[in-house]
């Protein structure tokens, strides 16, 4: 099998998962594929290297939580001048998508831990692995984040917390 078609599968076999952690991480379906999309041309930039990681995926989900934080950086800095009100764009209907946008302003490690767990189906090994986190506080993070957000869904009036 040549590089071209490797990576070809290679996507195939990541993408959906991959956009689903970047909509956790921003809670914009069209931020989410434009990061996915730069991801993957940084990972075809370098494929010869990437492919021979153990763990190409958790390489892309590192560029992807990186150009997420600059996207975070330039809005902040974006914060101080006017910006134009713009149209809400709503969550596709699944519910991994609607639990993505529940995590919005959680704590960056909470965000991360819960999109790599609940949204990548990474087990909380794999989640410490790549967090380089202990398993512990890997499940400290995604207690909170789970608290965190029945809490939100209480008060959305989603579930009743009786």
Do not use: C
């Not at 914009?28 to 492919?51: C, F, G, I, T």
Request: charged letters at 30%; hydrophobic letters at 40%; proline letters at 6%.
């Amino acid at each position: 099998m040549d590089g071209s078609e490797e990576f070809d599968e290679f996507y195939r076999g990541t993408a959906q998962r991959l956009v689903r952690y970047a909509y956790g991480l921003t809670a914009d379906p069209a931020e989410a594929q434009d990061l996915a999309q730069e991801a993957y041309a940084r990972a075809w930039h370098h494929w010869k290297r990437v492919r021979a990681y153990d763990l190409p995926e958790a390489w892309l989900r590192t560029v992807v939580t990186r150009l997420a934080t600059d996207r975070w950086r330039r809005i902040s800095l974006r914060r101080t001048r006017p910006q134009p009100v713009l149209e809400a764009t709503p969550p596709p209907g699944d519910d991994r998508m609607f639990v993505a946008s529940l995590l919005v302003g959680l704590p960056l490690e909470q965000r991360r831990a819960m999109a790599l767990h609940y949204l990548s189906d990474l087990s909380v090994d794999q989640v410490a692995a790549e967090m380089k986190a202990n398993p512990n506080t890997v499940k400290s993070w995604l207690s909170r984040g789970r608290a965190a957000l029945a809490a939100r869904l209480a008060e959305q009036g989603e579930i009743d917390v009786y």
